[in-house]
């Protein structure tokens, strides 16, 4: 089984950036991608950001230029720095693992961006 933990989340002013970090424990023997989702009130969740085991990456155009997602494959933890925060980023952020074919989520972490 794998469990991931999200942290980094919180307020910040618009303009203002933030780390989530996401790190998975467990059953890893081998991940096939690490994204970032988020999901705000009213709104369906939507892919924010994907790395893939071989390092390429996506990004949703409503965050292109200001995030960016990285990984850290030491430590099994996923990363996504967000820059330039705009109040429409505001939501619950999730992490989604891939391992052989089974998706996993973390708990989620509020991202809120005032005005």
């Known amino acids: 089984q794998v469990q991931l933990v999200e942290s980094g989340g919180g307020l910040v002013q618009a303009g203002g950036s933030l780390r989530l970090s996401c790190a998975a424990s467990g059953s890893i023997f081998s991940i096939n991608s690490l994204g970032w989702y988020r999901q705000a009130p009213g709104k369906q969740r939507e892919l924010v950001a994907r790395?893939?085991?071989?390092?390429?990456?996506y990004y949703a155009d409503s965050v292109k230029g200001r995030f960016t997602i990285s990984r850290d494959n030491a430590k099994n933890t996923v990363y996504l720095q967000m820059n330039s925060l705009k109040p429409e980023d505001t939501a619950v952020y999730y992490c989604r693992v891939v391992v052989v074919h089974r998706e996993y989520w973390g708990q989620g972490t509020q991202v809120t961006v005032s005005s």
């Open positions: 790395i893939t085991n071989s390092a390429s990456t």
